[in-house]
């Protein structure tokens, strides 16, 4: 599934009529048909619905919604909020189908007392006021209008595309219909995938109006969901011939002794991943901490300075074939020659946390990398690392990522609720598992795990760190799912949820892998 921006969706449209030929009216009624589709299977014929339609094509697909409803016998009423001859083009001509079938309009402007009176009456509200054209801050009397129904708290309310108030690139939001449901037509639109605009969402449907995929590949940037079956599909399969080796020989840099927990559930996480060799590089002071968790792991302790890595660390005896950087290391002078040192390996590299701190002493380097650089900073580190603040970063998730993914050459997780994965060349992947119980210290040193593990195994970089992302987020959902409160839950119950999720996910994927 992909997701578009408010103006890839437009010229989306454009091209669909201009192009491909298909009429504006047509799209319209696809739209409108398809959304009392999924209304008519949610809806009781006993409840009352009022269509609430505004000045613009999304008001035009709730003209057609309403004359489907009201042709299958709902108890329907439509309400105009604009004056009508303020509905123009294609939206005016639905509306005048919708009166050419009998059926008779309410006008808000006039009845203001008996549109608030008669809400308490309905029992599910069809929110057409506004969709992806929406400018500036909300007017009167949508605003009021909104507001209102949003008091409603008994109602149901659906949305057709977006939330009416949200803007659909996310951003703030003062006022907006906070939906139970929202029918997406055609594509999710960005606003679905970031906060706070996704909250208002409620479900999210996505519809399909008969756009051409041509139409989409020629209008809009490469940005997609990474869903299950794209998991399912794309897991590696072990080998019969298989060894230790095969699976790669892992290093995880990390610990100090203020924080000896970090790099731990980073190692065991990527054991639990399916790493085939791990070592620890840690410092030596606090190697003897460390080295009493985990029985599979080798060791390779550094020099230390005060607790922390002394600067020093030998990499070419160490051979490895994948190394990932930072979990507790510290924001040290000797941490930041380890990272330079780590960076100038012909390897696959991931940066977490503290290997983050000293980005800009990095750059020049990772820009002359030839092997990958995975960067999976939280929105505080990335705004950090650009100079901007955290608001900043959240306000404009898609467009920040891309521009650093593909400026520096890097992979990109840019992580959160929805983690956005870039690749260099400015693809984009958005994470669809994971709950609050994530919300957590220790959450991304075993993201990190996974990572390196996932990175060892498989052929394609992208597809690894996707896949990781997934897991993670999938190991979290299964133990809300089961015994635990989204409170309670420790970043070393995921690590302990891993077997489970990728035992689901290889069952799942089975079938396709016979087909490989
Ligand atoms: N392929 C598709 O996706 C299709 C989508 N459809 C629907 O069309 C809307 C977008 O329609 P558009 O007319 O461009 O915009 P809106 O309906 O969102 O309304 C614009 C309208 O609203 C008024 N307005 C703008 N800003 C404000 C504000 N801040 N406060 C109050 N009023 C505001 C202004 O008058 C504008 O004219 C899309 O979401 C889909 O629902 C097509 O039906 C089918 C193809
Ligand atoms: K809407």
Not at 59 to 77: H, I, P
Not at 107 to 123: A, M, P, T, V
Not at 256 to 275: E, F, H, P, Q, Y
Request: charged share 20%; net charge negative; hydrophobic share 40%.
């Amino acid at each position: 599934m992909r997701v578009v921006t408010a103006s890839e969706m437009y010229a989306i449209d454009r091209y669909t009529i201009q192009q491909i030929g298909m009429s504006e009216e047509s799209l319209m009624e696809n739209a409108g048909q398809a959304v009392a589709t999924v209304l008519l299977e949610r809806i009781q014929p006993a409840q009352r619905v009022a269509v609430l339609a505004g000045t613009g094509n999304n008001g035009g697909d709730g003209f057609v919604v309403a004359r489907v409803l009201k042709s299958y016998g709902y108890t329907t009423d439509l309400w105009l909020i604009p004056p009508k001859e303020k509905v123009k083009g294609a939206a005016k001509k639905a509306l005048e189908i919708y009166e050419n079938s009998g059926y008779e309009v309410k006008n808000y402007i006039g009845n203001e007392k008996e549109f608030i009176e008669q809400l308490r009456h309905y029992d599910v509200i069809i929110d057409a006021l506004l969709g992806i054209g929406i400018n500036g801050a909300l007017r009167s009397p949508y605003k009021e209008i909104i507001e209102k129904v949003n008091e409603a708290k008994e109602l149901v309310v659906y949305a057709i595309d977006v939330p009416s108030g949200i803007p659909a690139d996310g951003g703030a939001v003062e006022t907006a219909i906070q939906a139970d449901v929202t029918i997406t037509i055609q594509y999710p639109k960005l606003s679905a995938y970031t906060f706070p605009t996704a909250d208002y969402y409620g479900e999210l449907i996505v519809v399909d109006i008969g756009i051409p995929p041509l139409s989409l590949e020629k209008n809009a940037e490469f940005r997609r969901l990474w869903s299950e079956a794209a998991v399912a599909r794309t897991l590696p399969v072990r080998k019969r011939s298989s060894h230790k080796g095969t699976y790669g020989k892992g290093l995880v840099i990390g610990g100090s002794r203020n924080m000896t927990g970090a790099v731990i559930m980073t190692a065991k996480a990527a054991l639990r991943s399916g790493a085939g060799l791990l070592t620890m590089a840690v410092p030596d002071d606090v190697y003897p901490v460390v080295a009493t968790h985990i029985p599979e792991v080798m060791y390779h302790p550094c020099s230390s300075l005060n607790g922390c890595f002394a600067g020093e660390i030998d990499l070419i005896t160490l051979d490895v074939d994948a190394i990932a950087a930072g979990p507790g290391m510290g924001r040290t002078m000797g941490a930041k020659s380890v990272v330079q040192k780590v960076l100038c390996q012909d390897v696959p590299v991931v940066l977490d946390a503290d290997a983050l701190y000293f980005w800009n002493d990095y750059v020049s380097i990772i820009r002359e990398r030839t092997e990958a650089t995975i960067l999976t900073p939280h929105p505080g580190e990335m705004a950090r690392m650009l100079g901007v603040s955290i608001d900043d970063v959240e306000r404009d998730r898609f467009g920040i990522a891309k521009q650093f993914a593909m400026s520096n050459g890097v992979y990109l997780v840019l992580k959160g609720p929805y983690t956005i994965v870039t690749t260099p060349d400015g693809k984009q992947y958005v994470n669809t598992s994971g709950n609050p119980a994530l919300a957590k210290g220790g959450s991304g040193d075993v993201l990190t795990g996974i990572i390196l593990a996932f990175i060892m195994q498989h052929d394609n970089i992208q597809e690894a760190i996707c896949n990781a992302v997934f897991v993670h987020g999938k190991a979290a959902d299964a133990l809300v799912e089961k015994e635990h409160s989204p409170m309670d839950v420790l970043a070393t119950d995921v690590i302990e949820a891993i077997p489970q999720t990728l035992f689901s996910l290889y069952k799942k994927g089975a079938s396709y892998q016979k087909q490989r």
